[in-house]
């Protein structure tokens, strides 16, 4: 049974790009989440998805924004990038959202904004 | 906002010896407390968690416990292993939203 996975592993991207982040839950699970992991920090919430509808947003700007397909995947977009959106996205999914069901993280995407 | 502290930042401890995690969480709604190890360069894993009507939950050498009304809860590792050594997030769930809320982490180094 495939787990969460994520695409692409890395990328590069420079100042005012944007991008977008792919991530495909584990099969039946109907929630995706996403967040923003900085070196040395907690990964912080930006996203919850849940039947394709948002449910949860986290303290991110406009530039960021996401959406979730009939086939539960989901995709992060972030416009403009700026130096600081250098992480790691990780994303993960759950059979219901998360306040009632265990998440589990896919391999993250490391992206680095130069 | 919702917050959940950790602490300690790290933590170092002899092979063989316990070692203790606490968190506290701001919003007393929240209602599930899971527990995440992460090793360097890989993606956090699940290794315990609790629910808001459970006060303590066992696993082999992993324990939490819960303190609902001073909310905070605790990781407790027995007889630790060089393997533990990670960083352990905990994390708390609000009812009222959709998201889950992670503390800064902890790292920790077991000595052989």
């Known amino acids: 049974d495939a787990g969460v996975t994520q695409s692409p592993t890395h990328l590069i991207k420079t100042r005012g790009q944007h991008v977008t982040l792919r991530c495909s839950p584990i099969s039946g699970h109907k929630s995706v989440s996403w967040y923003q992991q900085v070196l040395g920090q907690g990964p912080q919430f930006i996203f919850q998805?849940?039947?394709?509808?948002?449910?949860g947003r986290g303290n991110f700007p406009d530039r960021f924004s996401a959406r979730q397909f009939p086939n539960y995947s989901s995709e992060l977009n972030v416009n403009a990038l700026l130096l600081g959106d250098s992480a790691l996205y990780l994303c993960?999914?759950?059979?219901?959202?998360?306040?009632?069901?265990?998440?589990?993280f896919g391999p993250g995407t490391r992206l680095t904004v130069l | 906002g919702e917050n959940v502290e950790q602490h300690p930042s790290t933590l170092s401890v002899q092979e063989g010896d316990s070692a203790v995690i606490k968190c506290t969480y701001s919003d007393s709604a929240s209602n599930y407390f899971p527990w995440y190890k992460q090793e360097l360069g890989k993606r956090p894993q699940l290794i315990i968690d609790?629910?808001?009507?459970?006060g303590e939950k066992k696993d082999q050498r992993i324990a939490v416990t819960l303190n609902k009304t001073a909310k905070h809860f605790s990781l407790h590792i027995t007889e630790t292993q060089p393997e533990d050594s990670a960083v352990y997030f905990c994390a708390a769930t609000p009812t009222s939203y959709d998201k889950v809320i992670f503390g800064p982490g902890t790292s920790l180094s077991v000595i052989p």
């Open positions: 998805y849940y039947e394709k509808e948002e449910r």
């Open positions: 993960a999914s759950s059979l219901d959202p998360p306040s009632t069901d265990t998440q589990y």
């Open positions: 609790i629910r808001s009507n459970v």
